[in-house]
């Protein structure tokens, strides 16, 4: 999908763009929280879908779709460069994750929300389930969404 120069698409696991998606999700969630991207965090990549939104050859978002059991798939680890933030980058890549998400006969999305993204969520029609919990030291919700 192009929008304007913003383009949304599939990257490969361990290519550059990979490598420059791991760094931007390192700045945009890791940092902020003193935590650090491991070789096994990265290996758990190997079998997800990653979708990218570039500026040219910039990768200025990436959200990760985990295929789950009961033709689920869990998104994760969305992250949009803060050069971009607040321009509908996040919102592009949510759509475009359904669309796809869609096409692969997957029937729900599910994801945790932290607990600050919970409106850009609830706007784009997903629901919370159960109470808040901690993960990573910070507050997030369940959310899910039917295809």
């Known amino acids: 999908m192009t929008e304007g ?4 698409g599939l990257i490969e696991y361990d290519s550059e ?5 791991v760094a931007l999700r390192q700045k945009v969630l890791r940092d902020p929280l003193g935590l650090k991207f491991t070789k096994e965090n990265m290996v ?4 997800e ?7 040219g050859s910039e990768i200025i978002g990436i959200l990760l779709l985990k295929p789950l059991i ?3 798939v869990k ?5 949009v460069s803060p050069d971009f933030q607040n321009q509908g980058i996040g919102k592009l890549l949510v759509q475009e994750s359904e669309t796809l998400s869609k096409n692969l006969g997957f029937k729900r ?6 607990k600050v993204a919970l409106p850009f969520y609830n706007a784009m029609n997903y629901l919370a389930i159960g109470d808040e919990f901690l993960e ?3 507050p997030h919700y369940k959310m899910f969404k039917d295809l």
Do not use: F
């Not at 998104?75 to 992250?79: E, F, K, S």
């Open 75 to 79: 998104m994760r680890q969305v992250a």
């Open 44 to 47: 758990n990549d190997a079998n």
């Open 136 to 138: 990573i030291g910070i």
């Open 5 to 8: 120069t913003i383009s949304i």
């Open 17 to 21: 763009q990979y490598i420059e998606s």
């Open 70 to 72: 009961n033709d689920a």
């Open 49 to 55: 879908y990653h979708l990218a939104a570039t500026n």
């Open 109 to 114: 999305i599910e994801l945790h929300a932290r």
